[in-house]
T-cell receptor, first 114, second 112 residues
Framework: DAGVIQSPRHEVTEMGQEVTLRCKPISGHNSLFWYRQTMMRGLELLIYFNNNVPIDDSGMPEDRFSAKMPNASFSTLKIQPSEPRDSAVYFC????????????FGAGTRLSVL | TQLLEQSPQFLSIQEGENLTVYCNSSSVFSSLQWYRQEPGEGPVLLVTVVTGGEVKKLKRLTFQFGDARKDSSLHITAAQPGDTGLYLCAGGRGGGADGLTFGKGTHLIIQP
């Protein structure tokens, strides 16, 4: 199994630009999670989907952030416009429900907004 | 509000020593997980504990879930340089469909 695949691995952009992060979950998994990791705040849940439907987006920091899951094998997290404080590592994770809440993480996208 | 407090935040010890890291919360979780993360990679699950008082062993690692399901500890015996990494605890509330609440982690360095 290829695991959770995220792209790009690194993204450098300028303030005000649109950024799109991509995630391909493990085949057969039915839940997908987006997290953000910073030194100050640690790993924070942004949003998660069950069967492609957004369930809880209370962790999304602002309206500049949006996430979609058009099908079971693809999800995007978009930031528009981006700001320097959005710089972080963004992780996608997937799981198969019902299980014991075992999530498999991708390698992350390191975002730098200048 | 940080729901899961991990301590210590940083720990550097010599190879062969024992250590314990802690994960504490005022909230009750249905499950608690421990992850290990290496630089440039995502967290990798080590263990899940679900029953108050549960103890699980994974080679030299011993995990314990508090009786009230609010806290947990990770004990490493005879630490090795390969144990170096960021150890994260995470609490779950749902039956597997909910997102996890993570602590900020313990940065562990084992010096040869």
């Amino acid at each position: 199994d290829a695991g959770v695949i995220q792209s790009p691995r690194h993204e450098v952009t300028e303030m005000g630009q649109e950024v799109t992060l991509r995630c391909k979950p493990i085949s057969g998994h039915n839940s997908l999670f987006w997290y953000r990791q910073t030194m100050m705040r640690g790993l924070e849940l942004l949003i998660y989907f069950n069967n492609n439907v957004p369930i809880d987006d209370s962790g999304m920091p602002e309206d500049r952030f949006s996430a979609k899951m058009p099908n079971a094998s693809f999800s995007t997290l978009k930031i528009q416009p981006s700001e320097p404080r959005d710089s972080a590592v963004y992780f996608c994770a997937s799981s198969l429900v019902p299980t014991l809440n075992i999530q498999y993480f991708g390698a992350g996208t390191r975002l730098s907004v200048l | 509000t940080q729901l899961l407090e991990q301590s210590p935040q940083f720990l550097s010890i010599q190879e062969g020593e024992n250590l314990t890291v802690y994960c504490n919360s005022s909230s009750v979780f249905s499950s608690l997980q421990w992850y290990r993360q290496e630089p440039g990679e995502g967290p990798v699950l080590l263990v899940t504990v679900v029953t108050g008082g549960e103890v699980k062993k994974l080679k030299r690692l011993t995990f314990q879930f508090g009786d009230a399901r609010k806290d947990s500890s990770l004990h490493i015996t005879a630490a090795q340089p390969g144990d170096t990494g960021l150890y994260l605890c995470a609490g779950g509330r749902g039956g597997g469909a909910d997102g996890l609440t993570f602590g900020k982690g313990t940065h562990l360095i084992i010096q040869p």
